[in-house]
């Protein structure tokens, strides 16, 4: 890796904040290949990109889940010592409603190893990924409230976190949602 590169951001350039409105989730145990970055890489955005494809077992897939674009972010703080950083990336989500559906899907989530990935706000060409087979995503976090009056929103809030040596991983791969 070249560590006398420049990192520069271009005046002017579009920073767009926030995720669409698509969080895909999948079961860690439902991927047969879980890709990583490669192992020697030559530039910095090598060290968070998974370019090879990830592969679902025959009749899995992940889930597509609606959520709100102004209540939906990923944010990553880094942990641990002075010699010893890691990070703990946490995807916050609220779905806008409280039916059966996701109610019961969100209660399924509660004690399950996740992969999840999240798309920019920006037209990108990846995915945001959090969790890995070692280090999958988990529920920490979730509200379900029914809302007050005509003005109350109910839904769903959830919080999502994984430990990890990066980040965020940018997954360019195709994302899988149906295994072979």
């Known amino acids: 890796m070249d560590l006398t590169t420049d990192v520069v951001f271009a005046d002017g350039q579009d920073n767009m904040a926030g995720l669409t409105k698509r969080l895909f989730l999948g079961f860690a145990s439902a991927f047969t290949t879980l890709s990583t970055p490669a192992a020697n890489p030559t530039t910095y955005?090598?060290?968070v990109t998974i370019a090879d494809d990830h592969v679902l077992a025959t009749g899995k897939k992940t889930i597509e889940l609606y959520i709100m674009y102004d209540k939906s972010m990923i944010e990553s703080?880094?942990?641990g010592g002075r010699k010893g950083k890691s990070w703990k990336p946490k995807?916050?989500?609220?779905?806008?409603?409280t039916d059966p559906e996701c109610t019961g899907f969100i209660d399924t989530l509660k004690n399950a190893d996740l992969i999840g990935f999240a798309e920019p706000q920006e037209d990108a060409a990846y995915y945001l990924q959090v969790g890995t087979k070692k280090l999958p995503l988990s529920l920490v976090n979730?509200?379900?409230?029914s809302g007050t009056g005509p003005e109350g929103e109910k839904g769903i809030t959830f919080e999502?976190?994984?430990p990890s040596q990066r980040p965020v991983y940018f997954y360019t791969g195709d994302l899988p949602r149906v295994g072979a």
């Open 45 to 47: 955005a090598g060290r």
């Open 77 to 79: 703080p880094s942990v």
């Open 91 to 97: 995807i916050t989500a609220f779905y806008p409603g």
């Open 142 to 145: 979730g509200s379900w409230k």
């Open 160 to 162: 999502l976190e994984a």
